[in-house]
């Protein structure tokens, strides 16, 4: 099944309307640098033959995108690409280099994990860095009532 539209857009709503920045204290180039090969994607501007051209001239130089264009790029398949990808970009958020602020990581996963967990999937604590916890993405293991019998059960029969 995967992450369904309706849990990326209510993760995206809540960035965009709670105008939290998604490239924390990086910039937006830099930010998305950390995931993607900007030099190697393709850029909108017939001017420049890369992404991270056309994002630093539109999003740093004139600031003439709109602030959460990046949730619409079809290069990043924020909105509807692999699972992968969209759980990368919100781990990648609450990085440490990102943002530093243990408190602010914190609360912008357990907002994260209000959504994901619907679609089977969370942020968890994956590793440390200089006494910040750095997130990764995992799938939750099934706990149905069903599904925890047949795990403990010795003999599976028809009853099973």
């Known amino acids: 099944m995967g992450i369904t539209e309706v849990t990326r857009r209510a993760i995206i709503d809540e960035l965009i309307l709670g105008k939290l920045a998604w ?75 990102v943002r530093p602020d243990k408190d602010e990581a914190a609360a912008l996963v357990a907002s994260y994990n209000t959504h994901l967990r619907a679609d089977g999937y969370e942020l968890h604590s994956a590793s440390e860095i200089s006494g910040h916890t750095v997130y990764g993405a995992r799938r939750l293991v099934d706990t149905s009532p069903a599904l925890t019998q047949l795990r403990s059960a010795t003999v599976v029969d028809a009853s099973y």
């Open 23 to 97: 490239e924390g204290r990086l910039g937006e180039p830099d930010f998305l640098a950390r995931i993607y090969p900007l030099g190697e994607m393709p850029s909108f501007d017939n001017r420049f033959a890369s992404a991270d051209r056309d994002i630093y001239q539109h999003r740093v130089l004139n600031y003439d995108w709109d602030d959460d264009w990046v949730f619409t790029d079809s290069r990043f398949q924020l909105s509807s690409g692999p699972d992968e990808v969209f759980l990368r970009f919100l781990a990648e958020t609450v990085h440490p280099v």
